[in-house]
């Protein structure tokens, strides 16, 4: 019986002019993404985007659009012809295979096609009567329904359905470029990248590692992480860059003042990011910084941090409480990852009382006792690459070229 899924953009609908590229690019992911179904096909009408199930199972495709950025909602409908008798069945169909015991219901009628015969209040209370006399167990109820039934007229037919599931808003995936996210094994960077990911900016990522003080499980947590939220992106698939930063690291804590030590630190984590996000062609990086979180999060270390760099810096969980990000980490199933417990270059030579309103020209004085150019230079020739993709799913990536041929 239910047959479709309609897929509603959303936010989508207001980009006038560059509607088209934004529907364009969510289509594709939404057919790259189901291509290992065979028996579905797809339908673009423009405002909508109609699945054609050909009876295959809709539950793994369900969870699959969950997680596709750009799609605002979608239902499961069943579909008739735009005429009254046919439309008055499959109403009667629907409500019998949904209804258990008593149920409230109501129904909403939307008539799109402006051409059809009847109004839709008329329509409504033509499927009123026909379902209240051949159905038993149900009552009208305009204000607190159990089932609320949807019909929805249109020139390509009737859709009716009665649930509609949330999907996951933003943008469709990559339609504002790339960004490069600087992603530690901690709980709020990876979230940040998901922000991101949902948002449409594509990434890379740059994870700074200082072995032998930092471990290897530390980086293995990291390429995880990476995996779990690489199913939100089109490609399913991120480049990771490891660099290594003991010497940096080593520099700052045998030559800077103490309470410097984190504010130094994260200024080289920044330039070597800005550099490496030019060479990938990346527009910003993306942080999991919070403001106030920790001493290098305050307004005055993030200016002080943030003056080496003139790359813009998206940071999705600037205001955002910890409650809520540790709520978007269990849902996205980071969290038991996150809190493995392997230290990571932040937690390594933390100094006892980090400053939290550190002066930029006492940072510069600090920072200019060793010969950190030569070593930021040395640390991006040597690190390494991941191209790593999501666990779950892997099969249904399929390159650019061939999607045109196969739809
Ligand atoms: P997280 O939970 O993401 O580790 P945090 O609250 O611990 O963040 P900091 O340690 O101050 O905060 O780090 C702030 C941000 O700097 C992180 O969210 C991340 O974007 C970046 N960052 C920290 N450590 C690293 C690292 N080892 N490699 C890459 N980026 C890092
Ligand atoms: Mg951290």
Do not use: W
Request: contains cysteine; charged residues 30%.
């Amino acid at each position: 019986m239910y047959d479709h899924i309609l897929i509603r953009y959303g936010e989508l609908s207001l980009k006038k002019g560059n509607r088209k590229t934004f529907t364009n690019r969510l289509n594709n992911h939404i057919k790259r993404a189901l291509s290992s179904f065979e028996k579905i096909r797809f339908e673009d009408r423009g405002v909508r985007y109609y699945v054609h199930l050909n009876g295959t199972e809709p539950d793994e495709i369900i969870e699959i659009l969950r997680k596709i950025p750009g799609i605002y909602s979608f239902s499961l409908v069943a579909k008739t012809n735009s005429n009254i008798d046919d439309i008055k069945n499959l109403a009667e169909q629907v409500l019998k295979s949904e209804i258990k015991g008593n149920t409230k219901i109501k129904i909403e009628t939307n008539r799109a096609d402006k051409n059809f015969p009847l109004k839709s209040p008329e329509i409504t209370k033509e499927v009123a009567r026909h379902i209240f006399k051949n159905i038993e167990n149900i009552k009208a109820d305009m204000h607190e329904p159990d089932l609320t039934m949807n019909i929805d007229v249109r020139p390509e037919g009737t859709f009716i359905y009665t649930k509609v599931y949330k999907g996951l808003g933003g943008f469709p995936s990559g339609i504002l470029g790339k960004g490069l996210l600087l992603i530690s094994g901690g709980l709020d960077s990876v979230v940040g990248g998901y922000l991101a990911l949902k948002k449409g900016i594509e990434l890379e990522a740059i994870h700074f590692a200082s072995p032998p003080h930092t471990s290897a499980q530390a980086e293995q947590k990291v390429i995880d992480l990476i995996e779990k939220i690489a199913c939100y992106d089109s490609n399913q698939k991120i480049t990771l860059h490891v660099i290594p930063f003991t010497k940096i690291q080593e520099q700052i804590y045998r030559n800077c003042q103490d309470d410097y030590g984190i504010t130094i630190m994260r200024r080289m984590m920044y330039r070597i990011a800005e550099r490496l996000a030019k060479s990938v062609n990346a527009v910003a990086l993306v942080t999991g910084e919070s403001v106030g979180q920790v001493a290098s999060q305050t307004l005055e270390s993030l200016a002080v941090i943030n003056e080496v760099t003139n790359i813009p810096i998206v940071r999705p969980l600037s205001t955002m409480d910890k409650e809520d990000i540790i709520k978007i980490a269990r849902d996205i199933e980071t969290y038991d990852i996150s809190i493995k417990p392997y230290e990571d270059c932040c937690t390594i030579f933390v100094p006892r009382h980090p400053q939290i309103k550190p002066k930029l020209s006492k940072a510069i004085e600090e920072e200019n006792k060793f010969d950190y150019e030569s070593l930021i230079e040395e640390a991006l020739l040597n690190k390494k690459v991941y191209h790593l993709s999501s666990k779950k799913h892997t099969n249904i990536f399929i390159n650019d070229e061939n999607i045109e041929n196969l739809f």
